[in-house]
């Protein structure tokens, strides 16, 4: 018999994980409380791993089409202005079919993967749809949720909470979201200013500063022309409206140009707080947890939303060869087998590069710097590394877990 989930949130994830579950032959139901997509700037780089996986979901080709193929990744120093180490994707090509990141901004993935689903006859996608409720006995999960000011119960055999950090299924479930906040809040400026011509930089920049590190992207835009998005940490006692205003805006951004003014062609700006957590649990019964909902990180790698849809491809594999009866055994292997992944590759490695880029003693500096041009130069050492920061490494060690 056909298993029936109800996957509460389309977000990058509950999107990815509705149709990895249509394609297997599950019945689903995907709730998303907004009408309209969120399209505010959050994941942008999707690694080789997760290219793979978009791959096998025949994704491929509209990801290249509105992203940007960025084979190199970049490390400077930014008070001096010198390129610590470029690191080169292309040595992964034995490792992965997709040897390069995509710059693409998450709504995008969203926007295709809701348009796929509408070909299913067994997918109903609602969205304005807000999950607030459900129960669950051994056989089924009952769920509550509202739409248009009336409530509605739907029952399925299991639901998944891919509602993202503040979860409304993982707080009914009662599972901790244990781990901290950052004291710092992250800023992300976009501008149309042509930070390469500044720098001769890669799409995918890191600059290291022990006053204030900084991170660069390139990304496509909606409209295709290009655009860069800027990432910085505020000062700890900085309040919100000043990190906004226009006078910190100009000041950040005129660090990175000489002489430019990448502040006179800004397009957006937003703030946001930043976190460590991973809930204590991924699974209670038959509900599940994945994506933010599960665990969130800071952003530096690049890595929440890619984990986020390592868990979608599992949890789905995990259900369509459970089927509607399964038994706790196996269930749990979702959660035996992602959270230690999520500690091990996401958790240690974002907060890992934070301090690089922030440390501020100098040997500790010049150390690390020289750490990673020297891994840089030596071929086997590149290639680990990649390996690690594409989550290449990640799904090597799934594999080898019960
Ligand atoms: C500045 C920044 C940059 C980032 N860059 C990267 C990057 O380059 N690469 C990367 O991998 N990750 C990155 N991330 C992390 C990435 O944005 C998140 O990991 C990703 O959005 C998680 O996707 P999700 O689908 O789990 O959750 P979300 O994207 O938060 O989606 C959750 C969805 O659930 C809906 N929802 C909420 N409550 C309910 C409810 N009660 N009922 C129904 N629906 C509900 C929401 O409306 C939303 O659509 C970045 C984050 C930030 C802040």
């Not at 290219?51 to 025949?58: A, P, V």
């Not at 409720?133 to 051994?138: A, H, I, K, R």
């Not at 710092?184 to 720098?199: C, G, I, K, P, S």
Request: charged share 25%; net charge negative; proline share 3%.
């Amino acid at each position: 018999m056909t298993a029936k989930v109800i996957v509460a949130g389309a977000g990058p994830v509950g999107a990815v994980l509705a149709l990895a579950l249509a394609r297997g032959g599950l019945q689903v139901t995907l709730l998303e409380s907004e009408r309209v997509i969120e399209d505010s700037p959050r994941a942008a780089t999707v690694h080789p791993s997760t290219l793979d996986m978009l791959g096998d979901l025949g994704l491929m080709n509209e990801v290249l089409a509105r992203g940007l193929v960025c084979r190199y990744f970049d490390h400077w120093d930014r008070p001096s202005r010198t390129l610590i180490a470029r690191f080169d994707h292309d040595v992964l090509r034995d490792d992965t079919a997709h040897p390069f990141v995509v710059q693409i901004e998450q709504h995008k993935i969203v926007g295709m993967v809701l348009a796929r689903l509408g070909s299913f006859d067994d997918v109903d996608v609602r969205l304005g749809s807000r999950i607030t409720g459900f129960e669950q006995d051994v056989s089924r999960v009952t769920v509550t949720a509202e739409r248009d000011g009336e409530t509605e119960q739907l029952t399925a055999d299991y639901l998944i909470g891919t509602d993202g950090g503040r979860s409304t299924v993982r707080k009914l479930a009662g599972i901790e979201f244990e781990g901290y906040t950052w004291p710092e809040r992250f800023l992300v400026l976009t501008t149309a200013f042509d930070f390469q011509a500044e720098w001769d930089c890669s799409f995918r920049s890191y600059f290291a500063d022990p006053d204030e590190w900084v991170n660069l992207f390139k990304v496509a835009g909606d409209d295709g022309l290009g655009r860069w998005r800027a990432v910085f940490p505020t000062t700890l006692d900085e309040a919100d409206e000043d990190a906004l205003s226009d006078a910190a805006i100009a000041r950040r951004l005129s660090k990175l140009a000489l002489g430019a003014n990448p502040a006179a062609q800004l397009l957006h700006r937003k703030l946001y707080r930043v976190h460590q957590r991973v809930a204590t649990s991924f699974r209670a019964g038959r509900v599940f947890l994945a994506g933010d909902a599960a665990h969130v990180n800071n952003p530096i790698g690049g890595l929440g939303m890619n984990c986020g849809i390592h868990d979608a491809v599992e949890l789905a594999s995990v259900l369509t060869e459970a089927g509607p009866s399964a038994d706790h055994a196996a269930l749990d292997r979702y959660n035996t087998r992602r959270r230690p992944l999520n500690v091990e590759f996401i958790q240690q490695q974002t907060i890992a590069n934070k301090k690089r880029l922030e440390e501020k003693d100098p040997a500790q500096r010049q150390a690390r710097a020289a750490d990673l041009a020297a891994t840089a130069a030596d071929p086997r050492r590149h290639r680990q590394f990649l390996l690690r920061s594409s989550l290449l490494a990640s799904v090597a060690k799934a594999k080898t877990l019960a």
